[in-house]
């Protein structure tokens, strides 16, 4: 499966985006899909995950109830809406997918076999 991540930008703090990743080459159903991000000098780190089937989402603490995962069926893709955004979200964020992951393997960027190609989201102070 082929994954094309888009929508980043430049926003100040306290703003919104919304990033979507897209799938070609095959559903995403049956596969979990997460968001990553790395900034500069540190560790890829997880963000968020959907698992397709059964909708349930994965969050990390330092964006629950600050960002949003979701799905969409006929479009065959999954979606981030990043909200109350801090300059400490500022990274590359990258969307990943692979199949049949148990729930401990979700926050690791190990456990996935494929990746979009990124998309730098900047928050600016």
């Known amino acids: 499966v082929q994954l094309q991540a888009s929508g980043g930008g430049l926003v100040q703090a306290g703003g919104s985006l919304k990033l979507s990743c897209a799938a070609s080459?095959?559903?995403?159903?049956?596969?979990?899909v997460g968001w990553f991000r790395q900034a500069p000098g540190k560790e890829r780190e997880f963000v968020a995950a959907?698992?397709?089937?059964?909708?349930?989402?994965y969050y990390a603490d330092s964006v629950k109830g600050r960002f949003t995962i979701s799905r969409d069926d006929a479009k065959n893709a999954v979606y981030l809406q990043m909200n109350s955004l801090k300059p400490e979200d500022t990274a590359v964020y990258y969307c990943?997918?692979?199949?049949?992951?148990?729930?401990?393997?979700?926050?690791?960027?190990?456990?996935?076999?494929?990746w979009g190609q990124g998309t730098q989201v900047t928050v600016s102070s």
């Open positions: 990943a997918a692979n199949q049949h992951l148990i729930t401990s393997a979700t926050y690791s960027p190990d456990s996935y076999d494929y």
């Open positions: 080459g095959r559903t995403f159903r049956g596969y979990t």
């Open positions: 959907i698992r397709w089937n059964f909708r349930t989402t």
